[in-house]
């Protein structure tokens, strides 16, 4: 029997979680991710046993097979000050809601190293076949990433999951080495990994056949672990290959090409993930039908 494709899109939670469902079901999908709170503040998310149950409900009703938080744009857990603080709360409060609501799990964009552009050599990624550690292992605050991840996991439900999303711009997690460094010296089960393929593209990571979908593959599984890998983000890029710039465009509408998207989508060890949408929407309301339809129509 053919595996269920796990595709769906960032979806709102204007009135609540429990319309979020419904929303990822009108585009048509049967996965989605959403925020817990506003994206832009630190409002830390919170939810009742009635909301939970209800949230609960309507995705079983609607066949929302797969859920998942997007982490806050202003966690840095590289902060040494305040926001890191508020980083390691509020995220242990996210994953306590996504218990409750049955969510896998945080994706999360891990920070910055505000410096870090000072140094014009290390402005572009370490490419992922290289053996040394990336420079980001011997800053100053580099332990504090990890503590700050661990007090995290310590402190917050253990089926829940903390996702690091790959980046495409000056911030940490641009390099898959660099995600492999921080796997391995947080070392626990509930680390996995998001890859989205904008982020990919524009930090350097060629896939576009299937001869170098493989190599990539057969690299992430030697320094990561293909059991790490969670989820896609699907997103095209609206910049140049190796650009460093995070511009989202619709499925097959910029510069990633619908090929890697379906060679992502029939690839053996990936097609069952979950694979989420953050394009624009050809009517610029997010992710839509049409992108969705795109996505399970290169699923051949």
Request: glycine share 8%; hydrophobic share 40%; proline share 4%.
């Amino acid at each position: 029997m053919k595996n269920q494709l796990l595709v769906g899109g960032h979806v709102s939670i204007a009135g609540g979680y429990k319309e979020a469902p419904g929303r990822a079901a009108v585009i048509g999908g049967n996965a989605l991710q959403m925020f817990s709170g506003s994206p832009r503040g630190w409002n830390f998310a919170k939810t009742t046993p009635e909301d939970a149950k209800a949230f609960r409900e309507e995705a079983k009703k609607l066949g929302i097979e797969a859920c998942y938080f997007h982490a806050s744009y202003l966690v840095n857990l590289a902060d040494d000050g305040p926001n890191g603080k508020h980083s390691v709360d509020a995220l242990i409060a996210e994953l306590e809601v996504a218990e409750q609501l049955g969510v896998r799990g945080s994706i999360i964009h891990l920070g910055s190293f505000k410096e870090e552009k000072k140094d014009a050599k290390d402005l572009m990624p370490t490419l992922f076949g290289k053996e040394d550690a990336p420079a980001y292992t011997k800053h100053e605050r580099y332990p504090l990433l990890i503590s700050n991840i661990k007090a995290i996991l310590k402190k917050s439900p253990k089926d829940t999951l903390f996702i690091i999303e790959d980046m495409g711009m000056r911030k940490i997690g641009r390099s898959l080495n660099e995600i492999a460094q921080i796997v391995r010296d947080v070392d626990d089960p509930r680390v996995k990994v998001c890859l989205d393929t904008c982020h990919l593209h524009v930090a350097g990571y060629d896939l576009s056949t299937k001869k170098k979908l493989d190599d990539f593959l057969a690299m992430f599984d030697k320094n990561i672990g293909l059991d790490k890998l969670e989820c896609f983000h699907f997103n095209d890029s609206r910049d140049e290959f190796g650009s460093l710039r995070d511009r989202h465009d619709n499925i097959g509408e910029g510069k990633v090409g619908k090929d890697v998207f379906k060679l992502i989508l029939n690839h053996p060890k990936l097609k069952a993930l979950p694979f989420l949408l953050e394009v624009p929407g050809f009517d610029d309301n997010g992710p839509d039908k049409k992108n969705i339809n795109i996505v399970r129509s290169l699923a051949a």
